[in-house]
């Protein structure tokens, strides 16, 4: 069946440091790749997503690539900030109206 | 519009009880989701609405629990004669028809059972 894979947390870096969270799925067929991120207290949100092969999604510095001859979809940000110590959860999904397979999610924390 | 609202926030109880949880999504959105998301785990699809028919349940979704959408709008999950095991967070998301993917996930119910 469909899978998601990513890099066990907790990760701790320092502010300004370059991120790369691991992400890895398994697909019968060509799904939608998201990452999710839930801030402490809060609920999920929808970071970025990428809907096809080559695509690379974007949002608040964060990008992430759908590379399916690697089957992966890495989180990237070139300089984390406090303000982005959160759990992230990287995930896909075959159309809007299905559910949405997640990963165990990382937790990230950043050190001033 | 205040987003996806879930009551209440926490319940504790104790095994063998019943407990409900309510979902209110976004006024606008036909379509309801039902997550649990047990501790170091991601969210696991457990159910979903498309206005009040439930099109689709997980075999996560024992015959102790049920799901309602009466009338399209808020939903309800009910877990009977609980067990230790179902101690997690119940999270509901809610989506547009028009949205791309535009999931609103509410901020959960965490369900501890003594």
């Known amino acids: 069946g469909d899978s998601v894979t990513q890099m066990e947390g907790p990760v701790t870096l320092s502010e300004e440091a370059f991120l790369t969270i691991n992400c890895t799925y398994t697909a019968t067929g060509y799904p939608s790749l998201f990452w999710y991120v839930q801030y402490p207290g809060e609920g999920l949100q929808l970071l970025l997503k990428?809907?096809?092969?080559?695509d690379k999604g974007s949002n608040k510095g964060f990008e992430a690539t759908y590379r399916k001859e690697t089957t992966s979809f890495h989180l990237e940000k070139g300089s984390v900030q406090v303000s982005d110590s959160a759990v992230y959860f990287c995930a896909l999904s075959y159309s809007s109206a299905s559910k949405i397979i997640f990963g165990s999610g990382t937790r990230l924390s950043i050190r001033p | 519009d205040t987003g996806v609202s879930q009551d209440p926030r926490h319940k504790i109880t104790k095994r063998g009880q019943n407990v409900t949880f309510r979902c209110d999504p976004i006024?606008?959105?036909?379509?309801l989701y039902w997550y649990r998301q047990t501790l170091g785990q991601g969210p696991e699809f457990l159910t979903y609405?498309?206005?009040?028919?439930?099109?689709?349940k997980s075999r996560l979704l024992s015959d102790r629990f049920s799901a309602e959408r009466p009338k399209g709008s808020f939903s309800t999950l009910e877990i009977q004669r609980t067990e230790q095991g179902d101690s997690a967070m119940y999270l509901c998301?809610?989506?547009?028809?028009?949205?791309?993917?535009?999931?609103?996930f509410g901020s959960g119910t965490r369900l501890t059972v003594v």
């Open positions: 990428a809907t096809k092969a080559d």
């Open positions: 998301a809610s989506s547009s028809t028009m949205a791309d993917y535009g999931y609103t």
């Open positions: 609405f498309q206005n009040e028919a439930q099109l689709e």
């Open positions: 006024s606008e959105h036909n379509r």
